[in-house]
């Protein structure tokens, strides 16, 4: 191996090292705003419980941010998975601009955030959260 050849080797490993701590903070992301969803869905139910007048309002008060994580969810694993094709192109050696962290050309193949929010690795989480918000709201307020 030539030394241009050794020092094109050595950018390409450092761009996929770059990239794939650009995927794991995406997966590392996603994995926060479910234990943040998580926590104002148990807030909801432990004020629901222990207040003299529980309020429906409790729980829609959690159900607003929970959607905005779980859209926030969907948008970072579309984003992970255009980083991956970047991270796929620079493997093979494709041509690809020496350091680049930009996955706009890659967005285009990847299924829009709604779509992405139905999807069984995202919703599956999202609609247990909301199910069992409104178990404990029925169960509060059937009981009150």
Do not use: C
Request: hydrophobic letters at 55%.
């Amino acid at each position: 191996m030539s030394e241009h050849e050794a020092r094109d080797e050595s950018i390409r490993i450092a761009h996929l090292t770059m990239l794939q701590g650009v995927i794991t903070r995406m997966g590392s992301n996603s994995f926060t705003l479910k234990a943040l969803s998580a926590t104002f869905g148990s807030a909801a139910v432990a004020v629901m419980a222990t207040a003299d007048n529980p309020s429906p309002l409790y729980a829609i008060a959690a159900i607003i941010p929970m959607i905005m994580f779980w859209l926030m969810d969907a948008q970072y694993l579309r984003l992970e998975r255009a980083y991956r094709r970047l991270y796929e192109h620079v493997r093979k050696g494709e041509e690809i601009e020496a350091y680049s962290l930009e996955p706009a050309p890659f967005m285009k193949d990847i299924a829009p955030v709604f779509r992405l929010a139905l999807s069984w690795s995202v919703s599956w989480f999202y609609v247990a959260m909301f199910l069992s918000l409104a178990a404990v709201a029925l169960i509060i307020f059937h009981g009150t």
